[in-house]
């Protein structure tokens, strides 16, 4: 089967700009994820959709992340305006029963922010 | 706290020789999941294997296995025969609910 697609693989953006990334999942996984992985740290939940709702972002920034999964298939996550803190890969996943199968990754888009 | 520890930022290991990564949890819950994934350069993470808290028998696949020790709150991974292809950044994580909790990753580097 087809992995987990996303793009861009790199990005470099002035601090203050905006920046969208995409993601799309296996086909038939229900539920998406987008991760924040800081250099030197492991990848950190932004946000958790089953099928085109929301089910956690407790810990997405919502001053200047936001992120939309339309019709319950692909996704869109976007910064603005971004920070120097935002230097990351964000990491896509999907799943398909949920956490005890664990996920499939993609292979992330790396952000820079200068 | 919902950590998960790994002690040892680097590894390194002689090809077809045995390693050992470390991992540590906390958790106040009875009924979770540890796994391990690989991190290559290509940034894409990889399920190595995975533990359901409540079996005792530890899991294994291939030349990966785990020791699962639910008391201490460790579940370390073994690999054996170790490849070059091994060589990348292994995370720990602990699966409760909806969530994963990773650790900050160990880089190992399998040695020609």
């Known amino acids: 089967e087809a992995g987990v697609a996303q793009s861009p693989r790199y990005k470099i953006i002035e601090k203050r700009q905006s920046v969208a990334f995409w993601c799309n999942p296996i086909s038939g996984h229900a539920t998406l994820y987008w991760y924040q992985q800081i250099l030197g740290q492991g990848p950190k939940l932004l946000i958790q959709f089953q099928n085109n709702g929301v089910v956690d972002d407790s810990q997405l920034p919502k001053d200047r992340f936001s992120a939309e999964r339309l019709k319950g298939v692909d996704s869109t996550l976007k910064i603005q305006p971004a920070k120097l803190e935002d230097s990351a890969v964000y990491l896509c996943a999907s799943s398909l029963g949920g956490l005890p199968e664990g996920y499939t990754f993609g292979s992330g888009t790396r952000l820079t922010v200068v | 706290a919902q950590t998960v520890t790994q002690s040892q930022p680097e590894m390194s290991v002689q090809e077809a020789e045995t390693v050992t990564l470390s991992c540590t949890y906390d958790t106040s819950e009875s009924n979770y999941y540890l796994f391990w994934y690989k991190q290559p350069p290509s940034r894409q993470m990889i399920l190595v294997i995975r533990?359901?808290?409540?079996?005792?028998q530890n899991a294994t696949e291939n030349r990966f296995s785990v020791n699962f020790q639910k008391a201490a709150k460790s579940f370390s991974l073994k690999i054996s025969d170790s490849q070059l292809g091994d060589t990348a950044m292994y995370f720990c994580a602990r699966g409760t609910g909806n969530q994963f909790y990773f650790g900050t990753g160990t880089s190992l580097t399998v040695i020609p």
């Open positions: 533990q359901e808290a409540y079996k005792q």
